[in-house]
Each structure stands twice: as C-alpha cells, then as structure tokens.
C-alpha cells in the first residue's frame, strides 16, 4: 500500500469528485480513478459508493477515511521530528523545482541571485509539477519555484502560504530550422496534411496550457501527436532531431535559437502563452522552522521587482 493512496482518497472524501480531486492531484482522472482501486483491491471491500452522485463513501470507506488524516498527520509529524534532530545543512536552502524549471530557469536564476544576494548553498530536487506541491506540502523542502497560469493554479492557499513572483516565460511552439532557415514544420500547417506535434503526457501540468492555446488559437491546428514524454528538455531533444514540433518555454531554446538550431513554429505573438515563475513558501507562523538563510532570501526577493 502506498501513502499516496491515502493521499488521493482524502482528496476524493474532501471533494466528492474524482475528476475534480484528479486535477488536484495532478494526475489524469484514469489513472486517478485506478489509484482508488487499488487502494479498495489492498483493503478488500469497496470504499467508494459509485452508483451516487456527487461521490458518496461506503461505511467501510468513512471508517477509513478517518483513519487516514490520522495515519498521515502522523507520519508528517514524525518525519518532522526525524529531521529536527539534523544539525547539518541548516545553511543550505532546499528547493523543490519542476523539471523543466531545474534545468533552464534555476541556473540562470541561481547566478544573478549570487551576484545580488551573496554565496548561498542550494540542494535543488527536481520533480514533476504535483509532486513539487507535494513535497512543499509535507515540508519535504524549505522553497518551491513553479509556473503559474490562472487557468492552472496550484493548490497553496494564502491561508497557509507565501508567494513571490520571480518573472514571466513564454511557451510558444518551436521546430529544428530547414536549410533556408524557415521552420521544418510550422502551424496552424496545410490543410491535406497534418503537422507532428512533440507532445507532453496526458495530465502533465504544461500539457493543460499547451491544450489551451489549441483551444483558443481561433483557428484549426493540423497537429497529430507522435511522441509523448513530461519533460520539455525530452521534447526538445526530439525537435532538434527534426521529428516534430514542441511547444516549450523560451528559457529553455534559447540557446538553440540564437545558434539557429530551432525556430518558431508560428508568426510572432501567435500560438503563446505567457506564465508566471512564482516561488512559494510555507508562512513562517505555519512553519515547525524556518532557517535563517530562507528568511534572508525571502526578505531580499520581496525587496526585488520581478525580472
């Protein structure tokens, strides 16, 4: 049985939706809804009354439920106090960090933030998007830095935590340029034909924002979907073999496009989406300890306008 299961019932008994408690948790309903299952197949009885609507839990389920805050507040509460009793790395600062983040924006971030701020020591935990959150949610890290787009809000209520923005990026379509430097593949693409997309998995936090600007691009894409992964430096990899096209954020071409490897896949403006890069904090007074260096930091980044 994995705690995760637990997670992701509670969930279902808070919001009595499993689409809703899949978004979430930032999984896809499917892979949600077999989660649960599993978590049903491990107790032996079903937990989940499926035939009413909203979702209604079984007795068994109800029992469960209760038990499951208590089995989670406890092992959070012993992690914590697991990790009070280390002394060292109490000057270095933990962030947890999205992929696709950790490996474009992180670097650049973390070298002006020396030139202003002074020396700092980081331990960097690249994740997926929900499992970023989660590790800001269970403590798990001192700052968490992700994208924000106010169709996709990540679920950190001000109630309980900070926020400061750190800048914007754009995700835009790009493909690996042809010899005479235009795009080997280009949107909204010829009508007979249609245009490979480099895609991001079902489910995946850039996946959403890419499904919305198709949504609102005011015109059919001729796009098929050939490959799939979550992380953008994969995509990016594949477009640069010529395979497709990938929307990706700018941080992470911009090497590429000054070199002249990738180009935009559209005309300028069209097909993009601005995010917000956000970092995030538990508040100090919600927090079992807050390190001295975060503080200095936090301070020093509110002081700051965003790049």
């Given at each position: 049985?994995e705690t995760k299961w637990l997670?992701?019932?509670?969930?279902?008994?808070e919001t009595r939706s499993f689409?809703?408690?899949?978004?979430?948790?930032?999984?896809?309903?499917?892979?949600?809804?077999?989660?649960i299952q599993a978590l049903e197949?491990?107790?032996?009885?079903?937990?989940?009354?499926?035939?009413?609507?909203?979702?209604?839990?079984?007795?068994?389920?109800?029992?469960?439920?209760?038990?499951?805050?208590?089995?989670?507040?406890?092992?959070?509460?012993?992690?914590?106090?697991?990790?009070?009793?280390?002394?060292?790395?109490?000057?270095?600062?933990?962030?947890?960090?999205?992929?696709?983040?950790?490996?474009?924006?992180?670097?650049?971030?973390?070298?002006?933030?020396?030139?202003?701020?002074?020396?700092?020591?980081?331990?960097?935990?690249?994740?997926?998007?929900?499992?970023?959150?989660?590790?800001?949610?269970?403590?798990?890290?001192?700052?968490?830095?992700?994208?924000?787009?106010?169709?996709?809000?990540?679920?950190?209520?001000?109630?309980?935590?900070?926020?400061?923005?750190?800048?914007?990026?754009?995700?835009?379509?790009?493909?690996?340029?042809?010899?005479?430097?235009?795009?080997?593949?280009?949107?909204?693409?010829?009508?007979?034909?249609?245009?490979?997309?480099?895609?991001?998995?079902?489910?995946?936090?850039?996946?959403?924002?890419?499904?919305?600007?198709?949504?609102?691009?005011?015109?059919?894409?001729?796009?098929?979907?050939?490959?799939?992964?979550?992380?953008?430096?994969?995509?990016?990899?594949?477009?640069?073999?010529?395979?497709?096209?990938?929307?990706?954020?700018?941080?992470?071409?911009?090497?590429?496009?000054?070199?002249?490897?990738?180009?935009?896949?559209?005309?300028?403006?069209?097909?993009?989406?601005?995010?917000?890069?956000?970092?995030?904090?538990?508040?100090?007074?919600?927090?079992?300890?807050?390190?001295?260096?975060?503080?200095?930091?936090?301070?020093?980044?509110?002081?700051?306008?965003?790049?």
């Amino acid at each position: 049985m994995e705690t995760k299961w637990l997670e992701d019932f509670v969930s279902l008994a808070e919001t009595r939706s499993f689409s809703r408690s899949a978004q979430l948790r930032h999984v896809t309903q499917p892979a949600f809804s077999r989660r649960i299952q599993a978590l049903e197949a491990w107790a032996g009885i079903d937990l989940v009354d499926r035939s009413s609507y909203p979702t209604r839990l079984t007795p068994a389920g109800e029992t469960l439920h209760a038990q499951a805050l208590q089995i989670l507040d406890e092992l959070h509460a012993t992690r914590n106090l697991m990790r009070s009793h280390e002394a060292a790395g109490q000057d270095t600062i933990d962030f947890a960090v999205p992929h696709t983040l950790a490996f474009t924006f992180f670097p650049h971030w973390l070298m002006a933030l020396r030139r202003g701020f002074g020396a700092i020591k980081t331990r960097v935990t690249a994740l997926n998007v929900h499992d970023a959150v989660l590790r800001l949610t269970e403590s798990g890290c001192d700052l968490l830095i992700a994208y924000h787009h106010p169709s996709q809000p990540l679920p950190l209520g001000d109630e309980r935590y900070q926020m400061l923005s750190l800048g914007s990026e754009t995700l835009a379509p790009y493909a690996k340029a042809a010899p005479g430097g235009e795009p080997l593949f280009a949107l909204p693409g010829p009508p007979q034909a249609r245009v490979p997309l480099l895609g991001y998995a079902p489910g995946a936090y850039m996946a959403r924002l890419v499904e919305l600007i198709v949504k609102q691009a005011g015109e059919p894409l001729q796009l098929e979907t050939i490959y799939e992964t979550d992380m953008a430096e994969g995509l990016k990899a594949m477009a640069l073999e010529g395979h497709g096209l990938a929307f990706l954020p700018h941080s992470s071409v911009r090497q590429e496009l000054a070199a002249g490897r990738l180009v935009p896949a559209a005309e300028p403006g069209r097909l993009a989406l601005t995010m917000e890069v956000r970092i995030y904090r538990e508040r100090p007074e919600a927090a079992r300890h807050v390190k001295p260096g975060v503080q200095a930091l936090w301070d020093y980044l509110g002081r700051r306008e965003p790049a």
